[in-house]
């Protein structure tokens, strides 16, 4: 199994005894077919991505797609997320959490694509946490997303429902 493919399953199935749940699909109706996706988040992870040490990142959640050039061939998996997006993390725009949230999809044709309430006609994110429970140390986080952005020629939407976003 390569590097990604262990990453995603480390992801999909969580280190905890809850599991990741997802209802809801992101999409893109692109004019160019490439970036056209329509796609459930395949896993979650509270752990950010943006390089900071503990306690100093402004990230909330990061649900993450399959990366089709880092599937294990010896899975045939072809429909579970061709060409979709690779990335969406939520943050503040600090690491205050009362300042506004935003959000950077990262796609494979399109990296750092950034969401806001300025450029999305919807932008909500609601979340909770629950509290820790044996084995695991730190909460998971449950809630939901909705947008409906135009940016760079795309029309990004989502409506998503998770639970159990663990770190």
Known sequence: MRAGSIL???LLTGCSSTAFHVTGVVANDAPVLRDAYRSVPQGCT???FDGRPPGQSSSIATFVWEEPGMRDPSVDNRDTAPDAPLRLEFSHLSPDPSTPVVATLHTRYKPGIALSQ???ADFRFTAQEHPARA???RPSLS???TLDCRVHGDHITADVHFEHCDF
């Open 143 to 145: 809630g939901a997303f």
């Open 46 to 48: 509270r752990d950010p």
């Open 118 to 120: 300025k450029v999305c």
């Open 8 to 10: 995603l399953a480390t």
């Open 135 to 137: 084995p695991e140390t």
